[in-house]
């Protein structure tokens, strides 16, 4: 059985921002990296599912060679390979998605999983693009999974809690939540092991981008209160019909 | 410039957020509500508000959402009706089909949308980055079609009775790969994790001491909400660091974080500054939770209280 | 990161005098247990502060003679030429951080008992002080009261030579002045004594005599209490205090404005415990109101916003912190650049007070382990050396205190990783549940600290959630294996006082537990009447008592000692403390040994009962507070059943324990062993701390023979 576990190195923003000289992203400086949190999710799903039916996890990221970082850390969880794509500079996932398609189009996985979004982009795309792309079967937003033969009963983790029970055809790809399982920490023995192991790289193919970004910036908040007037009783009254709105 | 808005509904409810996209699209262009169901037409209704020019009924696949079914569905739309923007909304079932639409058929895309612009002919949309701390524009140059999913409670929803004609589209869809079974009601959590709560109910030092504690919770409960607090209620000893939102405590996103007499200090700040809507009453109208609160009130948090203990 | 504009008042400068402090941050006089024979020791920990961004920093007390000697407690002097060149260290490094240096000249009167002068202290009037008991004071006539404002102006002009830029006159905390203000201590029938004018008579006039001595060049404080919670007796606000600002108030430069007497002076040094941040801002407010000079006061400020706010609304012109600046000596600084999240805050458990009453240590602090070692040890409190042997990867078995603490500053000291596991879901060990004891919150703030320190550190992960055996910490790929595995409540009995176990002692039982069963494990007791058994010593017992109490069981307190919770008088929390145990209706029984426990029963016999008669006392629970234990037992196995050898062939070179699994020991304690190993971990054996400065006198042989001269001399003609 092949797994694979599409994975990204996030970067995330401190208390202080500088923008780069086209005002279109953060300046790395300012960044620190880790590995994505939903994605060490997916890898302990992976490698779960390795332990249970055999086969290997194969680990692949789409980034500059900074981010095999993300891929050492796969490996010392125990991944058996990893992959990184370069040349896909865009923040965008569709661009991202294609880049991945081509790895799944080689690899021939059983099972394509992926974290639901990334901390820093959050735009929970990435993973139903691939699977748009490269015809697989998907379920997104995946609390459970039960491997069967042929198809896998999975449960969908929807607002509030509620949970969706859906049987999906294998092969497929399936978008991992938080809180599916409890990623294995890496001692140092495997951490210091990662850190020797090849990683191939591939350059991608198509890099369009079809969405862009054109501007990067703080949003103002400063004065962006509503400020509720009245007496407590007409605010009390206000704040219980957000609640009611907002709270769905 | 056409909208085609993708209605959201489950178990036979239409969701609030389908009205919260129609009036997205109100100011983009005329709007169709596309229904997409194995029997569409109990929905109609639900959908037919103030702003929706048309509703498009595609009958096809589960009661319950299926991605294969609203993709193909989808796609045959937007072939036939070749509208500008498709609006969904940034929600768990549009993170499983959305994208993939948009990647299979060349179109722009963008998701967590919290502002949407024209500019002549281009779509601008904004959404944040780096875990909300910046935003940007991000614009679709050569696409013809442009999906955005909206992030739900930023636009009101539209309401009344709107006037709508129905058409429907006839599909023949191949069989879902992901099929619904059924649903599980989720298990009752044990031990309180503000952490997944939708409403916290937070209070800070303003409560003066322990004894207004128990009240307190009793009333966050009826509200619906989680009682959790900042940094100087635990120090006090009067609640334990699980409730506490901060750096040092927990990092939270509820839909609506209410601050009862909590200042801001940067610290807790850093925990619940990205909650979905934050209302901050304090009775300093200088202090620092103003700064990141969508609702204020400059007023004693015990007259509120009482107030709302009236209404729940 | 910017200072938050919020608090831009707390850098305004101000003119106190003929001086300038260039903010608003003033380390208030406290006891280091250096004084000036340690006077390395002293400079640097002053100067520490200095750097930190304070714009003023003072001595503790300091004598201005042999009569008032606190031996064994230590304070500062200036009682000749060689006090002058030690203490003029602590000016000079003071100096150049553009920081201000006072000395607070100090006359004990009958407080302080002259162990060491053998000399005899003068006084208002003939009584035994209420704090060391077996001294008396001479009852002043005019003559002394002339010699004893000439101590003070002595004292001052000394100070001046030192270098000090500022002088106090102090009162405060019941020394002499403050006596002669009090009725309590001052039963005086002459123009010294009586009405409030001769009662302030004394104390006004040496502050006129010392202001035309120095007051051209130094700036004139002085410290009051303004309420010794004495009622008519004791100094009082309103009829003591406010009218003596206002007959003096064109003398003085600055104001030290606080509370209470000597012997409950935690009424002014406040335990977190019992009282919260400010506390004395109330008095200084009203001081603030009618005088036209500087007010400073502490309150154990932590919080900017709350310093920020006493100033703008007119409460304090100064804030002045005493354990905040050892906790965290560079707070100003951090407040300046915006580094809230760095500041190390106090947590008002008072261990470093513990120190001066004991009598003679230095003094220790549980948030910051340099405190005390700035010289000695040459620790910086923010700046970190890199290890020499940084190419290694630790470790670091244990997330409580020793734990936290020793994976940080492996972690500043740029170890290449660090490992740093726990078996519970989070940081903490045994200070996770601590803190939800009965008052005792704030002292979460060592593992809130820790935890946004270790979180920044890129080189440090934090592993949750995992138990490791022996074989996996050996197997784990560290080279450096450090066991922080913490301690535990003995559940069998086993005590200090008989060294022996206690028949019927079985904390698995469901009737009796140990502090880990009830806060960590969420173990309950039933029934109505619980027992605590005490032989700890410091808080564990009380608290759990008091949580007890609280809850409305009947509660009874046993201790085989004369008293319960002794080490708490050294913290200044006996008093409160006794007050809320007595409210709570807690039965405290002393000098009793529980001989068996029964279901239902605790039999104990006295401890000083020769025939050893038994009695009964009833209970439905029972909590051991007896004694800890060190959980050894992953650090024996590594060293007995793996061995050193079988270490090494896994490629672990080095093994180390800290904290409380070598030994149990305080909470400061604790921090500073995790400390002291991260800074030597690239000595030759970081084992062994590595000898530290003494600051003692080693003599030399031309120094022995011009003392063996001197004596020759003095004996001339003896016979």
Redesign the interface.
């Known amino acids: 059985m092949r797994v694979l576990v599409c994975v990204k190195q996030v ?3 401190g ?3 500088e923008f780069t000289a086209d005002g ?1 992203d ?1 300046d790395p400086d300012y ?2 990296a880790a590995l994505n949190e939903w994605d060490s999710y997916a890898t302990e799903e992976a490698l779960c599912v390795r332990e249970a039916h055999g086969g290997e996890v194969v680990a692949v990221t789409c980034g500059p060679k900074e981010s095999e970082a993300a891929l050492r850390r796969c490996l010392a969880m125990g991944a058996d390979r990893a992959l990184r794509v370069d040349g896909v500079e865009s ?4 661009c991202v ?2 880049a991945l398609a081509e790895v799944v189009r080689e690899e021939s996985p059983d099972l394509v999983l992926c974290g ?2 990334s ?8 993973g ?6 490269a015809g697989l ?5 995946v609390t459970k999974l039960e491997l069967g033969t042929g198809s896998a ?1 999975v ?15 294998l092969p ?1 790809l399936l ?1 991992i939540q938080t809180g599916i399982n ?1 990623p294995r ?1 890496a ?6 092991q990662a850190e020797q192991v090849e990683i191939a790289v591939r350059q991608a193919g198509d890099t369009a981008a ?10 103002s ?2 004065d ?5 007037g009245g007496d ?2 007409e ?6 019909e ?2 009611r ?4 | 410039m056409s909208v085609v808005v993708v209605a959201e509904h ?1 178990r036979g409810e239409v ?3 389908t009205h919260e996209l129609v009036s997205a699209g109100e100011s983009l262009g005329p709007v169709s509500v596309a229904l997409i169901a194995r029997d569409p037409t109990p929905l109609i209704a639900a959908v037919n508000v103030e702003g929706v020019s048309e509703i498009v009924t595609l009958a096809a696949g589960a009661d ?5 079914t609203y ?1 193909q569905a989808l796609e045959a739309l937007i072939a036939e009706r070749k509208p500008r923007i498709v609006l969904v909304g ?4 549009a ?10 058929l ?7 949308v919290h502002q949407v612009s024209l500019e002549g002919d281009a779509v ?1 949309a904004t959404r ?4 909300g ?11 013809e079609t442009v999906i955005l ?1 909206l992030r ?2 930023v636009w009101a ?1 539209a309401e009344g009775v709107g006037s709508a004609g129905v058409s429907s589209l006839d599909l023949s869809l191949s069989p879902a ?10 298990a009752a959590a044990s031990d309180v994790d503000i952490t ?1 709560a ?2 916290l109910f937070s209070v800070g030092r303003g409560i003066g001491d322990a004894d207004a504690l128990p009240e307190l919770e009793a009333l966050a409960t009826r ?3 989680t009682l959790s607090v900042s940094r100087p209620v635990v120090d006090a000893g009067w609640m334990p660091s699980s409730r506490q939102v901060g750096q040092s405590g927990k990092t939270v996103k509820p ?2 974080y ?1 601050a009862l007499g909590i200042s801001g200090a ?1 610290q807790h700040l850093a925990g619940m500054k990205s909650s ?2 934050i ?3 304090n009775t300093d109208p200088e202090a620092a939770i ?11 948090l015990f ?2 209280v ?3 203990e ?3 | ?1 910017a200072r938050n504009p919020k608090h831009d008042i707390l850098f305004e400068p101000i003119q106190i005098g003929p001086k300038t402090m260039k903010n608003r941050f003033y380390q208030i006089p406290h006891c280091n247990g250096f004084g000036s024979e340690k006077p390395l020791s002293q400079a640097y920990f002053r100067a520490t502060k200095a750097e930190g961004g304070y714009a003023a920093v003072s001595t503790e007390y300091c004598s201005i003679s042999p009569e008032s000697d606190d031996t064994h407690r230590m304070s500062a002097r200036l009682w000749d030429d060689e006090d002058i060149k030690n203490l003029s260290l602590m000016c000079d490094m003071l100096h150049e951080y553009d920081c201000l240096s006072a000395a607070e000249l100090w006359y004990g009167g009958p407080h302080a008992p002259c162990m060491e002068s053998r000399c005899v202290p003068r006084g208002p009037s003939q009584i035994p002080s209420d704090f060391e008991y077996l001294t008396y004071a001479i009852e002043a006539d005019k003559d002394d009261i002339r010699h004893l404002q000439n101590l003070y102006v002595e004292a001052a002009k000394r100070a001046r030579s030192a270098g000090f830029d500022i002088v106090y006159v102090y009162g405060s905390h019941s020394y002499l002045p403050q006596q002669f203000l009090t009725p309590f201590y001052n039963k005086r029938t002459d123009e010294y004594g009586g009405s409030f004018e001769n009662r302030a008579r004394f104390w006004r006039e040496t502050i006129e005599q010392v202001k035309e001595a120095v007051g051209d060049d130094c700036a004139i404080a002085v410290r009051m209490s303004t309420d010794m919670f004495l009622g008519e007796a004791g100094t009082q606000l309103k009829r003591d205090c406010l009218p003596f600002v206002e007959l003096v108030d064109h003398l003085v430069d600055v104001w030290d404005i606080n509370l209470s007497g000597i012997a409950e002076w935690g009424e002014d040094a406040t335990p977190s415990r019992f009282y919260a941040e400010g506390r004395a801002l109330p008095w200084q407010a009203a001081v603030k109101e009618i005088s036209k000079k500087p007010v400073l006061g502490v309150g154990r400020w932590t919080n900017p916003d709350a310093m920020s706010d006493a100033i703008r609304e007119g409460k304090l012109d100064i804030i002045a912190t005493c354990r905040p600046s050892t906790s965290d000596p560079f707070l100003p600084k951090k407040i300046e650049e915006g580094r809230l999240d760095d500041i190390r805050e106090c947590i008002g458990c008072n261990v470093c007070i513990s120190r001066w009453e004991i009598g003679g240590p230095p003094l220790i602090c549980t948030q910051n382990a340099t405190a005390g070692e700035e010289y000695r040890r040459a620790w910086h409190p923010e700046r970190y050396t890199p290890a020499k042997n940084a190419d290694n ?1 630790v ?1 670091v078995v244990g997330a409580g205190p020793a734990g936290m603490e020793c994976a940080m500053v492996l972690g500043k000291r740029g170890m290449r ?1 660090v ?1 740093l ?1 726990d078996a519970n879901d989070d940081m903490g060990g045994t200070m996770r549940w601590i803190p939800q004891l009965p008052g005792l919150g704030e002292w979460a703030r060592v593992v809130n600290y820790r935890k946004i320190q270790l979180d920044k550190l ?1 080189n440090v992960e934090f ?1 949750a ?2 138990s490791l055996s022996a074989k ?1 910490v050996a ?4 080279e450096i294996v450090v066991v922080a595995t913490g301690s535990y409540w003995a559940t069998d009995g086993l005590n200090g006082a008989s060294h022996d176990t206690i028949q019927g002692a079985d904390a698995s039982l469901p009737w009796q537990a140990t502090p880990d069963q009830l806060m960590g494990e969420g173990k309950t007791l039933d029934g109505e009447r619980i027992l605590v058994f005490d032989n700890d010593g410091y808080f564990m017992g009380v608290s759990v008592a008091e949580m007890f109490a609280s809850a409305g069981k009947k509660v009874t307190l046993m201790t085989p000692l004369g008293n319960v919770a002794p080490y708490m008088h050294f913290t200044l929390e006996a008093p409160n403390m006794h007050r809320r145990l007595h409210s709570l209706g807690v039965d405290i029984v002393t000098y009793h040994l529980p001989s068996r426990f029964e279901e239902g029963a605790v039999v104990a016999t006295h401890v000083y009962d020769e025939h050893g008669h038994e009695k009964t006392w009833e209970a439905d629970g029972v909590v051991l507070v007896s004694q800890r234990r060190s959980n050894d037992s992953l650090y024996r196995a590594l060293k007995d059943e793996i061995g050193l050898d079988g270490l090494k062939a896994e490629g672990v070179d080095a093994l180390y324990r800290i904290g409380d699994c070598e030994a149990p020991r305080l909470i400061a304690d604790a921090v500073f062993s995790g400390h002291r190993l991260a800074r030597e971990i690239d000595s030759p054996d970081p084992s062994i701390p590595l000898p530290f400065r003494r600051e003692r006198r080693v003599v030399d042989p031309a120094f022995v023979k011009a003392e063996r001269g001197w004596y020759a001399e003095q004996l001339a003609g003896a016979v």
Request: glycine fraction near 8%.
């Open positions: 970067r995330a923003l208390d202080e921002v279109t953060v960044l620190d923040h965008d996932p569709l998605a294609r639901v979004q901390s820093d982009s959050v735009q929970a795309a990435t139903t693009a691939l699977a748009g792309l079967p998907h379920v997104a937003v009963r449960h969908r983790e929807l607002e509030g809690g509620l949970l969706d029970v859906v049987d999906v055809d497929a978008t409890q920490y001692n140092l023995r495997a951490i210091k079809g969405s862009r970004v054109r501007r990067m910036f703080v949003p908040r400063g962006a209160a509503e400020m509720l407590p009783a605010v009390a009254r206000r704040i219980a957000i609640v709105e907002r709270v769905a | 489950l969701r609030e957020v319950e959402f299926e991605s294969d993709e940034f929600t768990v079932n993170m499983g089909y959305a994208s993939a639409v948009a990647a299979r060349g179109l722009g895309f963008a998701s967590d601008i944040s980055f780096y875990g701390k910046v935003d940007a524009e991000v614009e679709f140059p050569g696409a999913a739900p409670t929803p790969r992901a099929r619904h079974v059924e649903f599980l009601e989720p997944q939708d409403f509200m619906g909400g839909k609506v209410l940067v979905g809507t209302i901050a009453v103003f700064g990141v609160a969508h609702y204020g009130a400059v007023a004693d007259d509120v009482e107030e709302l009236k209404l729940y | 990161m990867d470790l990783r490992h596991v890129e592993i959630s995992t996996e197997e784990y790929g560290a």
